[in-house]
Nanobody
Framework: QLYLLESGGGFFQSGDSLKLTCSSS????????IGWFHQAPGQEREGLTC????????YSFDSVKDRFTMSRGSAKSKVYLEITNVKPTDTGVYYC????????????????????WGQGTQVIVSS
């Protein structure tokens, strides 16, 4: 089992930029696809963006492409999610999840819930 930990959340103002980190517990992510999710208060979890260490494929939902950017860490045990021009609607818990031996596509987000998850990091954005 792979254990993930999200960090970088906190309190932000509208228009800020932030960077979230998803770290694995000492294991490289070479065999995994990593996806980021957002769960707003009282809402269902939604997929944001995915990056696969297996084949290099990426996928982002159209609604977040302009402000959400995912990248790999040089240590191969971390991935990042950068969010620019944050809005109050970005408030919520951000999770990362890993799926072994997977690429990234729209359909990957249907499979990621069966993978490994972190505890999430809380982001609160005020106007």
């Amino acid at each position: 089992q792979l254990y993930l930990l999200e960090s970088g959340g906190g309190f932000f103002q509208s228009g800020d930029s932030l960077k979230l980190t998803c770290s694995s517990s000492g294991w490289p992510l070479d065999d995994y696809a990593i996806g980021w999710f957002h769960q707003a208060p009282g809402q269902e979890r939604e997929g944001l963006t995915c990056l696969s260490f297996v084949d290099g494929t990426t996928y982002s939902f159209d609604s977040v492409k302009d402000r959400f950017t995912m990248s790999r860490g040089s240590a191969k045990s971390k991935v990042y999610l950068e969010i620019t021009n944050v809005k109050p609607t970005d408030t919520g818990v951000y999770y990362c999840a890993a799926l072994k031996f997977a690429g990234c596509s729209m359909y990957t987000f249907d499979r990621l819930p069966g993978g490994s998850w972190g505890q999430g990091t809380q982001v609160i954005v005020s106007s």
